[in-house]
């Protein structure tokens, strides 16, 4: 199984970017799919997750301004990212599997695309 994120760059702030991750071979029926990013210096975040069912959660820290979807025929996941902030300057990485509340056990990771907001 291979997660390939694409879609990041450099972006001025209140900008917006999609960021989109396409899976080549089978993840299970029940994983779960996810965006995380991480910081220079910092622990790697969870930002959001879609269940296999398509569920979501609302992060607070997110502030409505993203907004994550999953293309099963696609077998693509998308990050929606609206009003970038400075802040927001991380390195994103898909992830999938079935508990993807904690970076430890994600069972997959893409290899991270890099999204630089300037001020």
């Known amino acids: 199984v291979q997660l390939q994120a694409s879609g990041g760059g450099l972006v001025q702030a209140g900008g917006s970017l999609r960021l989109s991750c396409a899976v080549s071979g089978s993840i299970g029926s029940d994983d779960h799919m996810g965006w995380y990013r991480q910081a220079p210096g910092k622990q790697r975040k969870l930002i959001n997750f879609?269940?296999?069912?398509?569920?979501?959660n609302y992060l607070d820290f997110m502030e409505g301004r993203f907004t994550i979807s999953r293309d099963s025929a696609k077998n693509t996941v998308y990050l929606q990212m609206n009003n970038l902030k400075p802040e927001d300057t991380a390195v994103y990485y898909c992830a999938s599997g079935l508990d993807l509340w904690q970076a430890s056990t994600v069972r997959y990771w893409g290899q991270g695309t890099q999204v630089t907001v300037s001020s």
């Open positions: 879609i269940t296999s069912s398509g569920s979501t």
